[in-house]
T-cell receptor
């Protein structure tokens, strides 16, 4: 059974640019959530999508957005990048909210 | 509102000795609790979860955790540490605060295993 796949693994962008990250969940999982991991703030929840609808949202500015497609694949977009957006972005899929999450290996974003 | 506190940022043990990683939580509802492990440059892997069934939960790789409601704790233990256990461990709480499940992560505990 294939795991959660995130692409790309590494990304370097310049301040002011925008970036799109991709996540393919485990087959059959309809819930996809995104997290930002930094040394200073730890792991923080960004948002969760279920059946193409945003179900939950963390406390991040509107520059962070996402979407989910009919095949459950999800993308996350960050516009007008800031240096502080440099982080490991993790995607996770789940069969249900109390089942726990299966995480991908993450996308390491560096903003210069 | 829910919250989780991992009481130790670093725990150092010798190979073959017991491991104890401490986690306290706060929740207004019946929470789901999870432990995850993260190896360097990797995503998080689920070790075990508590979702209101048995209070002693067994996970992968010999880890287990006990849910103690009276102490609001969910400590992670392993009888004998292995070198491959060296990693970052996260305690996570999730409940229906605000009507939906949003997980809250602890700050993590770095487990160091000495030969």
């Amino acid at each position: 059974k294939a795991g959660v796949t995130q692409t790309p693994r590494y990304l370097i962008k310049t301040r002011g640019q925008q970036v799109t990250l991709s996540c393919s969940p485990i087959s059959g999982h309809r819930s996809v959530s995104w997290y930002q991991q930094t040394p200073g703030q730890g792991l923080q929840f960004l948002f969760e999508y279920f059946s193409e609808t945003q179900r939950n949202k963390g406390n991040f500015p509107g520059r962070f957005s996402g979407r989910q497609f009919s095949n459950s694949r999800s993308e996350m977009n960050v516009s007008t990048l800031e240096l502080g957006d440099s982080a490991l972005y993790l995607c996770a899929s789940s069969a249900g909210q109390t089942y726990g999450y299966t995480f991908g290996s993450g996308t390491r974003l560096t903003v210069v | 509102a829910q919250s989780v506190t991992q009481l130790d940022s670093h725990v150092s043990v010798s190979e073959g000795t017991p491991v104890l990683l401490r986690c306290n939580y706060s929740s207004s509802y019946s929470p789901s609790l999870f432990w995850y492990v993260q190896h360097p440059n990797k995503g998080l892997q689920l070790l075990l979860k508590y979702t209101s069934a048995a209070t002693l939960v067994k996970g992968i790789n010999g880890f287990e955790a006990e849910f103690k409601k009276s102490e609001t704790s969910f400590h992670l233990t392993k009888p004998s540490a292995h070198m491959s256990d060296a990693a970052e461990y996260f305690c996570v709480v999730s409940d229906r605060s605000g009507g939906s499940y949003i997980p809250t992560f602890g700050r993590g505990t770095s487990l160091i295993v000495h030969p």
